[in-house]
């Protein structure tokens, strides 16, 4: 045999060696050649050639096609369809996007199935969501971003957040994930340990984290307590984020607890100092302060004076003239000067006057309104005082209800004026 003569053996062996491959088959490929939007590469073993487009490169997005592949290089490659007809020249379109792709979703189904969480970076935020990397695209619904109302979801762009798996249908590229999941589990690890060491009366450090029209909710580690609006400070707030701002460090004292519905009751105003602590330098008798009438009755108005501080304007003392109401010459809201006419701390009273700060009109009568408005005798038992001495009221004009049960702290005297005084020198 001539030494160029070709062994047919040898050519047989070769030709059986050449692999036929189809469409889903996991190849190898060889770089040939590099182009700005593809790879060309021999498919080992067969002695054909295939394309990878640029898009079926890398499932994370790629800015230079030459920092992911080199010619010479090897790489694991699938077969997603036939380009070429000639059987011997005949080209392949190849992925490897698709074979990381497969290994992604059978990597989150092993998760799914153990209850794991993932990480994955937020990379847009689309109508009802966010859009999530984890290798492969997954969707967050905007019910399942936070455990509250989130308005703004723009501020999650860019994070890399943790998430439960949901939903994962790798046939139908389905990936559903929960970021709420994540941070209820959470708190309900930190909110039992926190109930564990806390009680009513504790004063604790906290953050704001968030911010409502009836109060604030303090992050205490992991656990957010209510401070409702009437408990942020001793002065009128209108609404919290008048004096408290997010993220801003508050000291809590704990109200109340309640394991069950998971609430935790807090207070600002109770860590600061009591408002009527010194009363007696900061609102002295004869003192003239500036306040804010607050609340109306029949019988008088109560000023706001300080901070948390209120004094009662016995209608006898708001003006010279006789008025029927105090609501006739006052409305809540209206700014005040008054005087103070007495102290007492440890009832938490003050008695002011707005009259005594005018001069009486030239001429008029020196006479209270006490006497004006104080109760009148019954004519019913024809002005005698049988009825008292049959056990019935003996003519006496009754109390009203709200007044003797009146939580403002002053007495029947105080709400009465002189009227009771004077009314016992009528039975004598």
């Known amino acids: 045999m001539s030494e160029n003569s070709v062994n047919p053996e040898t050519m047989a062996d070769a030709l059986n060696s050449v692999q036929t491959v189809n469409v889903g088959d996991t190849v190898k490929g060889e770089v040939l050649a590099i182009e700005d939007k593809q790879l060309t590469v021999g498919i080992q073993g067969t002695g054909v050639e295939g394309v990878v487009p640029l898009k079926e490169l890398s499932t994370q997005p790629i800015e230079d096609i030459h920092e992911v592949a080199q010619v010479g290089d090897v790489m694991d490659l699938v077969i997603i369809s036939k380009i070429g007809k000639d059987k011997e020249n005949g080209q392949f379109l190849l992925s490897k996007r698709r074979l990381e792709s497969k290994k992604v979703w ?41 455990d509250h109302f989130v308005e703004d979801l723009k501020q999650y762009q860019g994070q890399e957040l943790e998430f439960k798996i949901i939903e994962i249908e790798p046939l139908d590229n389905r990936l559903i994930l929960s970021h709420r999941a994540v ?35 303090v992050d205490l580690g992991g656990v957010d307590g209510l401070v409702h609006v009437s408990q942020i400070s001793f002065d009128h707030v209108d609404k919290p984020s008048d004096v408290l701002k997010v993220g801003q460090d508050v000291k809590v004292k704990v109200l109340n607890l309640d394991p069950e519905r998971n609430r935790i009751s807090l207070s600002i105003k109770d860590t600061l100092p009591e408002p009527w602590d010194g009363i007696e330098d900061k609102a002295p008798v004869d003192a003239v302060l500036t306040g804010t009438v607050r609340r109306l009755t029949n019988f008088g108005a109560f000023v706001e004076v300080l901070p948390g501080v209120e004094g009662l304007v016995h209608i006898s003392q708001i003006s010279h003239e006789h008025i029927g109401t105090p609501a006739d010459v006052l409305k809540e809201g209206q700014e005040v000067q008054v005087k103070v006419l007495s102290v007492d701390p440890s009832a938490h009273r003050l008695g002011l006057s707005i009259k005594a700060l005018t001069e009486a009109p030239e001429g008029a009568a020196e006479e209270d309104n006490s006497n004006n408005s104080r109760p009148r005798r019954s004519n019913n038992n024809g002005g005698n005082n049988r009825g008292r001495r049959n056990g019935g009221n003996g003519g006496r004009t009754s109390i009203p209800a709200e007044y003797q049960q009146d939580d403002s702290g002053f007495s029947l005297g105080d709400i009465l004026g002189d009227a009771l005084k004077d009314a016992g020198q009528d039975d004598k």
Not at 118 to 133: R, W
């Open 106 to 146: 059978d990597e989150l189904k092993a998760k799914s199935d153990a209850g794991e969480n993932i990480t994955a970076p937020v990379t847009s935020v689309v109508k009802g969501g966010l859009v999530v990397n984890a290798g492969v695209r997954g969707f967050v619904p905007a019910s399942m971003v936070a």
């Open 183 to 217: 941070l209820e589990a959470q708190k309900a690890e930190a909110r039992e340990e926190i109930f564990a060491k806390i009680q009513p009366g504790d004063v604790l450090d906290g953050k704001v984290a968030r911010l409502t029209n009836f109060g604030a909710f």
